[in-house]
Structure formats: C-alpha cells, structure tokens
C-alpha cells in the first residue's frame, strides 16, 4: 500500500468518524466526564425534579437536540412539559374540587341523618 494523499487522509479520516459514529449509535449509550461538583449539582437537581439522572440528561439533551436543529429557542419539549405542568395543576385542582364537593355531601348527609333521628327520637 503506497503513501495516501492529503486528500485521501481527509476522506480517510471522514469514513473512520462515520463508522465511529455507526458503531456508537449502535450501542446507545455516550460516554463523557464531568467534574466531581458538576456530577453532584446534576444528582441535586434530578432529586429536586424527583426523576433519574438519566432520565434528566436524556431529556436535556434532546432539548438542546430540537433547539440546534431548530434554531429556535424554545423546543417541542419545553411546550410537552408545559403542557403537563398544566395538565397535572388542572388535573390537581379538579380533585381537589371533587374532595371539596364529596366533603360537603358527606356533611350534608351527615345533617339529614342526625334531623332524621332526631325526628324518630321526638316520635317514640
């Protein structure tokens, strides 16, 4: 085999990184390093977020995924989660009001029960 050229070293070079890329994607997993303080702010917030470290850095990824490809600044999962932040207030506050209203029936039920003996008392 003789000595490559520039050119042949570049396009050598390009088909070595897409077959890195191919086999990485293969195995679905990125590695990467991060500092002790940063891997403990990250394990701080996915605790506050009560969701795995994986699950938040996936997420957060793919967030910054859609902004790139997007150009825009505001991506498809920052609308999903704002839509379930709501959804789940919404959702908080309807059983909230069924509690409110199945208490009030509970009292009122309550109130017809003790008039009703009370009644049945004064008879005998």
Same mark, same amino acid.
């Given at each position: ?23 990485? @994607?293969?195995? !679905?997993?990125?590695?990467? /390093?991060?500092?002790? $303080?940063?891997? &403990?702010? *990250?394990? #701080?917030?996915?605790? =506050? ?16 995924? @859609?902004?790139? !490809?997007?150009?825009?600044? /505001?991506?498809?999962? $920052?609308?999903? &989660?704002? *839509?379930? #932040?709501?959804?789940? =207030? ?19 039920? !309550? ?14």
């Amino acid at each position: 085999m003789g000595k490559l050229s520039k050119e042949q070293l570049v396009q050598r070079r390009q088909q070595l990184r897409l077959d890195a890329q191919r086999e990485i @994607a293969k195995t !679905e997993v990125l590695q990467f /390093r991060l500092d002790k $303080d940063a891997i &403990d702010r *990250i394990h #701080r917030l996915a605790d =506050q977020e009560q969701i795995a470290v994986g699950t938040m850095l996936r997420k957060w990824v793919m967030e910054r995924v @859609a902004i790139e !490809e997007n150009g825009s600044s /505001r991506s498809p999962v $920052d609308f999903a &989660d704002q *839509i379930e #932040r709501v959804s789940s =207030q919404l959702v908080k506050e309807a059983i909230e009001k069924e509690h409110s209203y199945l208490t009030s029936i509970k009292r009122l039920n !309550e109130e017809i029960l003790n008039e009703v003996q009370q009644l049945r008392s004064e008879k005998q």
